[in-house]
């Protein structure tokens, strides 16, 4: 997984009084605001396409499908393919669950944290 640090993210999230697990799903993550949100939906709703996610967020499937991308990417969905009776393949989309993302959250938090911390240490006498 390819983590970027981004303090200017970091430091929104430190001005939130009290931010929510979606502002640190995106602060850790990079990611925007439309694909916490699909990972938010893939919670309530396993197993879903890439049509039904587009209905239920209300966006065109080629956006939910470059958001899809991303959370793969960020080990935060996963992908099966489903055969379908009349023939062909469908994929269904899964978020990894909770207590898999908090991990990869503290994971990439530890990174980014060290990460400052060489920064600081390089910084001159």
């Not at 983590?3 to 602060?27: K, Q």
């Not at 938010?40 to 239920?56: C, I, K």
């Amino acid at each position: 997984m390819e983590t970027d640090p981004d303090p200017s993210r970091f430091r929104d999230l430190m001005l939130e009084s009290e931010p929510g697990f979606e502002e640190v799903l995106r602060c850790v993550f990079g990611i925007q605001e439309h694909e916490a949100r699909l990972y938010m939906e893939l919670l309530d709703a396993p197993d879903s396409t890439v049509a039904e996610l587009a209905e239920e967020v209300d966006r065109d499937r080629s956006n939910v499908n470059r958001g899809l991308t991303t959370l793969l990417d960020k080990e935060l969905v996963e992908r099966r393919r489903r055969l379908l009776d009349s023939g062909g393949h469908v994929y269904q989309y899964r978020a990894t669950p909770p207590e898999e993302a908090r991990q990869l959250m503290h994971e990439t938090l530890d990174e980014w944290a060290k990460y400052v911390h060489e920064k600081i240490d390089e910084f001159p006498e």
